[in-house]
């Protein structure tokens, strides 16, 4: 299906704008790992890494303290996670979406600019103030929402979503089990589920596959790409999933 840059499929349109978005420098630069090495040397990670995400007000500071935005993963991970996703699941642009843990907006201002235009998306984090800076950074376009709320308990009814994305954030989470119950409560029968995240991040093994019920495997695979931040490779596992 795929051969050199270009997707031959329906939405082979659709990635040449995401190729153009990509291109633009103000979505990306980057930045220092200042971060991640924090983290290391505060000795969180390993054990004491699950201790530390329990309280939901030291993941928002960890993340509000440094510059995330600069220093967003890659380039490369971005295009991964969308082309997978366009050349995976079809839809018609329509859809009510849902961006679970979305961070700085870069993947939902594009999505709700784009791909769902004709849509709507929903996007919630636990930091209010990343998703504001996001959307002064990028617009905030007329048909996404924000929601500052915690992926362990969703603030929507049942079966809602067509399609629900979580991108590189459920190995943040104290109960993975619990967000992945919360994302498939809220997607409708026959709806689509990407969930991008680190299997092993910080010497924490999330075994996210186990807890998921899907009425159809359509993708299950690994990547990986160089996190600019700290110029190491990482390496993702990435599933869609019908429910
Ligand atoms: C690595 S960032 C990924 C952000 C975005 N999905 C992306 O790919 O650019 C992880 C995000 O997860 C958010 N997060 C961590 N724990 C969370 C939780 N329990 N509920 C909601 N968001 C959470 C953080 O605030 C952060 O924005």
């Known amino acids: ?57 030291n993941v928002v500071a960890a993340y509000e303290d440094y510059d995330y935005f600069t220093a967003r993963f890659s380039k490369e991970e971005v295009r991964h996670n969308l082309q997978t996703f366009m050349t995976k699941v079809s839809f018609s642009g329509e859809e009510q979406v849902l961006s679970v843990a979305c961070g700085p907006l870069i993947y939902e201002t594009f999505l709700s600019t784009n791909l769902f235009s004709k849509g709507r998306v929903f996007a919630v984090d636990l930091s209010r103030s990343l998703m504001k800076y996001g959307s002064e950074k990028l617009g905030q376009p007329k048909n996404l929402y924000l929601y500052e709320a915690n992926a362990q308990s969703l603030p929507f009814s049942s079966e809602v979503f067509d399609i629900c994305f979580s991108y590189a954030a459920l190995h943040w989470i104290p109960d993975p089990e619990k967000a992945v119950k919360e994302i498939e409560r809220v997607t409708k029968k026959g709806g689509f589920v990407h969930i991008t995240y680190n299997p092993n991040f910080a ?26 931040g700290f110029g190491e490779k990482e390496t993702f596992r990435e599933i869609i999933y019908k429910r």
Request: glycine letters at 10%; charged letters at 20%; a positive charge.
């Open 203 to 228: 010497g924490m093994e999330t075994p996210l596959s186990k807890f998921i019920r899907a009425e159809q495997i359509i993708h299950d695979s690994s990547f990986t790409f160089v996190h600019p």
């Open 1 to 57: 299906m795929i051969s050199g840059k270009k997707i031959f499929c329906m939405t082979c349109e659709k990635l040449l704008v995401i190729d153009k978005y990509l291109d633009q420098p103000q979505f990306f630069s980057t930045g220092n790992g200042g971060y991640l090495n924090t983290l290391h040397s505060a000795g969180i990670f390993g054990k004491g890494f699950k201790t530390f995400i329990e309280n939901p007000q």
